[in-house]
């Protein structure tokens, strides 16, 4: 694995996991042990580990308009005072180190509006390893828009997740079509 | 149709149409009827159309990485002066206004590093109407980002475009999915 990569952890909260949750993606949670594995290996191999969660104001100014209504009638879930099923908090699998990073993203795409692309600059990062959920949403996007600025993507297959077998199935096709590379934890 | 909507017609040019080029999306051709048809409509309507087009650099400073090898190895469309089936030229079948908008993108997104967001907030679009080629990258990522800056997106079915079947399904499904409306040209 190159030196200059970066492990990227999209959404894993429990307000995407918990089926309680209004926001929850049917696979993500039976994918927590593969992610936990990959940010220990980061860690143990040096790899900057970025978690991109998202955390709404509580009033909803910055929900896209397309899920306000499902958010607001399921308890606001991924706000900073959300809890149980609806907090904004990462799974306790999760290992942290001091030096991982965490953006706060409300839209789709990691580097929407983010400061992600200036720290992985900043950082020398080339390649980016992409984990979480949901495939055909916020890791799909983060995967175009990581093209577009010239990173290599490499998409670990087995830690990202969608609603049915055949969303993720053809996300991952397209994905490896325009150019990421599609491997599995394992390999990682 | 709401007044403050745009029609945005993505890539339709010959570098993308005709199969004599490397980069030719196997059913972006047949489509160019059903374009070309709500581009009039929307000429008579008076909403804005915006073509949003690729135009590569002659040294390929500018292609996307993932696609430079296909692109130079292919006689290097779309570039100012690419010719004949590998040209940046729009079809004949496309009657343009003067008031037309082009914008120049080279990445997928057609707000990717543009002016396109912009414009559409000085003449106070809200609905945008997604037209062009490919459904699975340009298309998507265009509608995804135009769902993150709040706009509502609007996909015409038949006047985008795959390198499959299976794919135009599958990605029309997923952007359905997230909230984006999907309608056909007669429709418009």
Known sequence: MAQNSALIVIDMQNGFLEKESPLCIAQAKQTVPACASVINKAHEKNIPVFFVNRIYREDGSDVENTRKEVWEKGGKPLTRSSEGALSA?????????????????????????????????????????????????????????????????????????????????????????????????SDF
């Open 89 to 185: 908090q990462n799974p306790p699998e999760f290992i942290k180190n001091v030096n991982d990073y965490e953006i706060i993203k409300q839209r789709f795409s990691a580097f929407f509006q983010t400061e992600l692309d200036m720290i992985l600059r900043r950082l020398g990062i080339k390649t980016i390893y992409l984990t979480g959920t949901t495939t055909p949403n916020c890791i799909r996007s983060t995967c175009y828009d990581g093209i577009s600025l010239d990173y290599n993507i490499v998409v670990i297959e087995d830690c990202c997740s969608s609603n049915s077998l055949e969303i993720q199935k053809a996300n991952i096709n397209d994905m490896k079509n325009i150019g990421a590379k599609i491997i599995s934890s």
